[in-house]
């Protein structure tokens, strides 16, 4: 079964297309200067996904399937009131892109 985010998480414009499609940058959006508060908030965005890639590392053995490590730290990251950044993105169906040789984990949100 896919990971249920629940509706009170703050969602990315993709998160709810039907194709998993981002809406379109206006032009004032590239190239943006950032607040300071931004900047606190990527930083804080940044923290969570490093979090997030240790936990992904310490749960990737032997024996545990690459289903089980996507999940737990999908629950991870919605537990700390963010959206598992790959779901539904152009229709992904997983919070992290995993893989079972050298390259372990990698897109964790």
């Given at each position: 079964?896919?990971i249920q985010?629940?509706?009170?998480?703050?969602?990315?414009?993709?998160a709810?297309h039907?194709?998993?499609?981002?809406?379109p940058l206006?032009?004032?959006?590239?190239?943006?200067?950032?607040?300071?508060?931004?900047?606190?908030?990527?930083?804080?965005?940044c923290?969570?996904?490093?979090?997030?890639?240790?936990?992904?590392?310490?749960?990737?053995?032997?024996?545990?399937?690459?289903?089980?490590?996507?999940?737990?730290v999908?629950?991870?990251?919605?537990s700390?009131?963010?959206?598992?950044?790959?779901i539904?993105?152009l229709g992904?169906?997983?919070?992290?892109?995993?893989?079972?040789?050298?390259v372990?984990?990698?897109?964790?949100?």
């Amino acid at each position: 079964p896919h990971i249920q985010v629940p509706a009170s998480i703050p969602r990315p414009s993709y998160a709810d297309h039907p194709d998993g499609h981002p809406r379109p940058l206006s032009p004032d959006e590239y190239a943006q200067c950032k607040t300071p508060q931004q900047i606190e908030q990527m930083r804080s965005a940044c923290s969570l996904a490093a979090e997030a890639l240790q936990l992904a590392c310490s749960l990737a053995v032997e024996g545990v399937t690459t289903d089980e490590v996507d999940r737990k730290v999908a629950e991870f990251v919605i537990s700390r009131n963010a959206y598992p950044v790959g779901i539904n993105y152009l229709g992904f169906p997983r919070g992290l892109c995993a893989s079972v040789n050298e390259v372990a984990v990698h897109g964790v949100p």
